[in-house]
């Protein structure tokens, strides 16, 4: 897939396609080193689009005949399309090609993995298995036949029910699904392979019986509860809130080692990259199991948001993926700890969105054109996405947004639509005039919201004062932002009757509170009700009133973030000055606070609290970023916390010390985090005693979250001489070397870690036995996650640039989405000094130049040196 001159798609070119598909009819004969498709498609012309050839989808497709109604047909074919004219208004097609899994690397299409082959079909795969209209709003009915060695590939599956199956000569076997429901290529699924099953059922709320089962390979099979639990409280919840029933009789889900994504809601057999289905108490961590579950509720959702409900183009990705994030979003948050849920949603957005938003592959949640759509997997399409559902939900109310939702599957129930059709079907439901809003469907960037305000003791009211810009908006109109807010006494108390949502219309807006007796504190923009940033000057002792009182647990905890960000700014300021930095005691008073009352607040919301912003989030607030005075501020800050608050930390974390049988609940999952908060800060003091007590945790830990939490805190002892670090690291690995997930998070707590020496381990582990340059999740853990460490790759020599664009040259053509991905580790280069910048540029340019460059990565390096 490699290309001089990419094409780039439009979005106001969409035309619907001239022929649409009614029934597909599959045939897989899988062999030994190649794989035979037969397609046996029923089309009819499309009377809207008259007089135009069929012109089908390929990619490294070896056609071994093509027929129009059983006769042979005369084809045009380039390495991507096959044209076929004066075809009649209805026929049957059938094609044969001959495709070549076992050589497909960038495991798209069909594939071979160790136990089996899979398919990856989202969002162009499909034309890599047949000649096909692969579009999302060709919508079909298929029956899927395969054929396969029987002792190798014991289990052969496809989407919807199994009809059929018998022995075939030499030893193999056949069988025949039938899928009920209309779908798009993308949907499609196929397994063959060697793979134990967790089978299981779930009565719906109609009383029908639905037959669960789970994949995974050999010898995995106590590692799949969890997953299945996960399946069926998602089926429960979405029947409870929004009465959504399984429409199927099977529902299915295979877990594989090599995956380039996280999962995939192919119609009724869902693939998933392991590290989202397995889990065990001593090899997941609590933040594992609770991904688990989210990202199998994710999956499950997609069957009406997503499956029976489609997109009509690749435009339109947010309308399934926003949509199905904030699903799984409050499910997770109805089934952990909601408080603490909002808060990493946020830190997420903030680490991950933001900085998208403002870089150079900025884009709407609905783009307005692409070269590759795999690159529009992106944080603005799925969690900006789902900021915007949000958004929807906070303007018209819960009850009226489930009424929408209703009515979206009313009028779009087997269709695929449009962002518009959606939004249409909630303001049918709400009468809530949406047109201001749609822009938020078509801008790129977060809009910034300055707020003023002001007291006027004669009149007794208070004014708000918002003004909103886009630096990144194409023009200066003004969209639809709602803001929570209320208002606080000096002493703490949430004033009557102040709590309300503002909707911010204007360029500049303002609002009156009244019968206000003495100036107030606001608490802006409560539960992150709009993805914004907002601006208002807050004293240290308004963030620290807030921080003690607000019962909004999200203001709460951004009022903490707030008071720290300034203090570590300040503090990277003065340190590039040469100068040394200042603590006041607001800071660590208010942390002495949150630990005290902890009982109170919660373990898990005080350890969210004590976590201080991140070097990538606190860099988006720089105009030029200086890496290693971020850096040394924001450990400075730690270390003060650690000498101030040590005796604080060191009961806390004793007093947390409570043996119990491990179970992944919010209360747990709690305690452990704040425990593993106290040991992290203990660690900053540098002392021998310290890291004893992290040695002793490494060793003593009966389930993982304690056990990698002690890891990860030695992998970032900087002292020259550790050995209580070396050691752990190489009993962690001696322990744990057959657990592929857990030799991941090995990976990622060297290649994260915040020692000078960084690069040299990165390097060193590339050539190591733990690390496969096949395997998308060891890139992630290894390459993808160095490139987030702000301060060891953005080093001043341009090192960790070089290293970058290395790895990318050689996976470019091999795997081109893992290797796009990495390229996205440039995305913010201009942030930096003259020097880093000429460094990066360097690196960029050198891949760009790199001979027959995919177009993944082309797309990507071009527009970050635009």
Same mark, same amino acid.
């Given at each position: 897939m490699k290309t001089d001159t990419p094409q780039t798609i439009h979005l106001k070119d969409y035309t619907p396609p001239a022929f649409w598909i009614d029934t597909v009819d599959l045939d897989f004969a899988i062999e030994a080193g190649h794989t035979t498709v037969s397609a046996t498609l029923a089309m009819r012309r499309n009377a809207e689009r008259p007089g135009l050839p069929l012109v089908l989808d390929g990619d490294e497709l070896e056609t071994l005949a093509v027929t129009v109604d059983g006769n042979p047909w005369p084809t045009t074919e380039t390495p991507t399309t096959l044209t076929l004219s004066d075809l009649p208004d209805r026929f049957t097609l059938q094609t044969v090609v001959r495709i070549q899994p076992d050589k497909n690397t960038c495991l798209s299409g069909l594939y071979r993995s160790t136990d089996?082959?899979?398919?990856?079909?989202?969002?162009?795969?499909?034309?890599?298995?047949?000649?096909?209209?692969?579009?999302?709003?060709?919508?079909?009915?298929?029956?899927?036949?395969?054929?396969?060695?029987?002792?190798?590939?014991?289990?052969?599956?496809?989407?919807?029910?199994?009809?059929?199956?018998? @022995?075939?000569?030499?030893?193999?076997?056949?069988?025949?699904?039938?899928?009920?429901?209309?779908?798009?290529?993308?949907?499609?699924?196929?397994?063959?392979?060697?793979?134990?099953?967790?089978?299981?059922? /779930?009565?719906?709320?109609?009383?029908?019986?639905?037959?669960?089962?789970?994949?995974?390979?050999?010898?995995?099979?106590?590692?799949?509860?969890?997953?299945?639990?996960a399946l069926k409280k998602s089926m429960k919840w979405d029947e409870e809130r929004f009465g959504l029933e399984c429409d199927l009789d099977h529902y299915m889900i295979v877990a594989v080692g090599d995956f380039n994504m996280g999962a995939m809601e192919n119609k009724g057999l869902n693939i998933f990259n392991t590290k989202y289905v397995l889990a065990r108490p001593d090899v997941a961590t609590d933040v594992d199991f609770e991904n688990i579950d989210r990202v199998v509720a994710h999956e499950y959702f997609h069957n009406w948001t997503g499956n029976r409900v489609t997109c009509r183009d690749w435009f339109q990705l947010s309308l399934k993926e926003g949509l199905t994030v904030f699903r799984d979003q409050e499910f997770g948050a109805d089934l952990h700890n909601r408080q603490t849920a909002r808060i990493r949603e946020v830190r997420g957005l903030r680490a991950a969105q933001f900085p998208e938003d403002a870089g150079p592959m900025a884009h709407p949640i609905r783009p307005a054109s692409f070269v590759e759509i795999n690159n529009f997997y992106t944080a603005?399409?799925?969690?900006?996405?789902?900021?915007?559902?949000?958004?929807?939900?906070?303007?018209?109310?819960?009850?009226?947004?489930?009424?929408?939702?209703?009515?979206?599957?009313?009028?779009?129930?087997?269709?695929?639509?449009?962002?518009? @059709?959606?939004?249409?079907?909630?303001?049918?439901?709400?009468?809530?005039?949406?047109?201001?809003?749609?822009?938020?469907?078509?801008?790129?960037?977060?809009?910034?919201?300055?707020?003023?305000?002001?007291?006027?003791?004669?009149?007794?009211?208070?004014?708000?004062?918002?003004?909103?810009?886009?630096?990144?908006?194409?023009?200066?109109?003004?969209?639809?932002?709602?803001?929570?807010?209320?208002?606080?006494?000096?002493?703490?108390?949430?004033?009557?009757n102040s709590a309300r949502t503002?909707?911010?219309?204007?360029?500049?807006?303002?609002?009156? /509170?009244?019968?206000?007796?003495?100036?107030?504190?606001?608490?802006?923009?409560?539960?992150?009700?709009?993805?914004?940033?907002? @601006?208002?000057?807050?004293?240290?002792?308004?963030?620290a009133l807030l921080l003690a009182h607000e019962s909004d647990p999200f203001n709460a905890?951004?009022?903490?973030?707030?008071?720290?960000?300034?203090l570590i700014l300040d503090a990277a300021q003065a340190i590039a000055a040469g100068h040394a930095p200042v603590w006041p005691d607001t800071f660590t008073a208010a942390c002495r606070r949150l630990l005290q009352t902890q009982a109170q607040r919660g373990v898990a919301f005080v350890a969210e609290a004590l976590t201080l912003p991140g070097e990538g989030t606190l860099a988006e607030l720089l105009d030029v970023v200086d890496p290693d005075a971020l850096h040394a501020a924001r450990n400075g800050l730690r270390r003060h916390l650690a000498e101030e608050l040590e005796g604080e930390f060191s009961g806390l974390y004793a007093a947390l010390t409570v043996k119990e049988a491990y179970a992944p609940s919010s209360e747990q999952a709690g305690r452990r985090a704040l425990r593993n908060l106290c040991l992290g800060y203990l660690l900053e003091l540098d002392t021998d005693a310290a890291r004893q007590l992290a040695a002793a945790q490494f060793k003593s830990a009966d389930n993982m979250t304690d056990q990698f939490a002690a890891l990860a805190a030695l992998a970032n002892v900087t002292a020259a001489v550790c050995p209580q670090r070396d050691e752990a690291l190489a009993a962690f690995y001696?322990?744990?070397?057959?657990?592929?997930?857990?030799?991941?998070?090995?990976?990622?707590?060297?290649?994260?870690?915040?020692?000078?020496?960084t690069?040299?381990?990165?390097?060193?582990?590339?050539?190591?036995?733990?690390?496969?340059?096949?395997?998308?999740?060891?890139?992630?853990?290894?390459?993808?996650?160095?490139?987030?460490?702000?301060?060891?790759?953005?080093?001043?020599?341009?090192?960790?640039?070089?290293?970058?664009?290395?790895?990318?040259?050689?996976?470019?053509?091999?795997?081109?989405?893992?290797?796009?991905?990495?390229?996205?580790?440039?995305?913010?280069?201009?942030?930096?000094?003259?020097?880093?910048?000429?460094?990066?540029?360097?690196?960029?340019?050198?891949?760009?130049?790199h001979q027959g460059l995919s177009r993944d990565v082309l797309e990507v390096v071009t527009r970050a040196l635009d």
């Open positions: 089996g082959y899979f398919t990856q079909c989202e969002a162009q795969g499909f034309r890599r298995i047949t000649w096909f209209l692969d579009r999302p709003d060709v919508m079909a009915i298929y029956t899927v036949t395969l054929h396969a060695d029987k002792a190798t590939f014991p289990v052969l599956l496809a989407n919807g029910n199994p009809v059929a199956a018998g @022995d075939e000569p030499n030893g193999r076997h056949w069988a025949k699904w039938e899928d009920p429901f209309k779908k798009p290529a993308y949907l499609f699924a196929l397994v063959a392979g060697k793979l134990d099953v967790l089978r299981d059922r /779930f009565r719906t709320a109609s009383g029908r019986d639905v037959q669960l089962a789970i994949y995974v390979e050999p010898g995995k099979l106590d590692q799949c509860p969890h997953a299945m639990e603005t399409v799925y969690e900006k996405g789902a900021e915007v559902i949000r958004m929807i939900q906070t303007l018209i109310g819960r009850d009226a947004f489930r009424k929408g939702m209703d009515e979206y599957f009313r009028r779009h129930d087997g269709q695929a639509v449009t962002c518009e @059709d959606f939004v249409a079907a909630m303001n049918a439901a709400s009468g809530f005039d949406f047109t201001q809003f749609m822009r938020w469907y078509n801008q790129p960037g977060t809009p910034h919201v300055a707020v003023d305000g002001h007291y006027d003791a004669e009149s007794r009211t208070y004014t708000l004062t918002c003004t909103q810009s886009n630096p990144r908006a194409s023009d200066n109109e003004p969209t639809l932002i709602p803001i929570r807010v209320a208002l606080f006494s000096e002493t703490g108390e949430q004033l009557a503002l909707q911010l219309t204007a360029a500049s807006q303002s609002f009156v /509170f009244n019968d206000i007796a003495a100036e107030p504190v606001p608490s802006l923009l409560r539960d992150f009700s709009a993805p914004v940033y907002l @601006d208002f000057d807050y004293t240290p002792e308004q963030l905890w951004e009022a903490g973030q707030r008071l720290a960000t300034t001696a322990q744990w070397r057959d657990e592929a997930l857990v030799v991941d998070k090995w990976l990622q707590a060297q290649s994260t870690s915040r020692r000078p020496d690069l040299a381990t990165v390097k060193a582990l590339t050539t190591h036995p733990a690390f496969d340059a096949g395997n998308p999740n060891k890139i992630y853990s290894l390459i993808r996650a160095f490139g987030a460490n702000l301060v060891r790759f953005n080093a001043a020599d341009g090192s960790g640039y070089a290293f970058m664009a290395d790895r990318i040259i050689d996976l470019h053509d091999k795997n081109p989405q893992v290797a796009s991905r990495l390229a996205r580790c440039f995305d913010r280069w201009k942030k930096f000094d003259g020097q880093r910048q000429d460094h990066a540029r360097a690196a960029l340019e050198r891949v760009r130049d």
